[in-house]
Nanobody, 117 residues
Framework: QVQLVESGGGLVQAGESLRLSCAAS????????MGWFRQAPGKEREFVAA??????SYADSVKGRFFISRDDAENTVYLQMNSLKPEDTAVYYC????????????WGQGTQVTVSS
């Protein structure tokens, strides 16, 4: 079992930055692929970014603005979000597993990010 706890959300203005953190506990963190998803009101949950041992991937909508990293020593994954836009407003969820977002993966409780124009 893996427990994920997100933090770092908040209310910012367009153009500002936020850094989200996801602290993991339970099984071996380093063996899991880690990622971030988000869900805006009235929309389906969507992929944002993922990181494995040496590979990062991003949704087109956040490329060049968001940066995902992980610290296996601290069992934490981060999402640095720069140049935030109102359309980035959503609940952001941390996810861990062999297949991100899959039925056997683990989810955090989510953290709200609100970007005002």
């Amino acid at each position: 079992q893996v427990q994920l706890v997100e933090s770092g959300g908040g209310l910012v203005q367009a153009g500002e930055s936020l850094r989200l953190s996801c602290a993991a506990s339970g099984r071996t963190f380093s063996s899991y692929r880690m990622g971030w998803f988000r869900q805006a009101p009235g929309k389906e949950r969507e992929f944002v970014a993922a990181v494995s041992a040496s590979v990062r991937s991003y949704a087109d909508s956040v490329k060049g603005r968001f940066f995902i990293s992980r610290d296996d020593a601290e069992n934490t994954v981060y999402l640095q979000m720069n140049s935030l836009k109102p359309e980035d407003t959503a609940v952001y969820y941390c996810n861990a597993g062999a297949a991100l977002g899959g039925p056997s993966s683990y989810w955090g409780q989510g953290t709200q990010v609100t970007v005002s124009s």
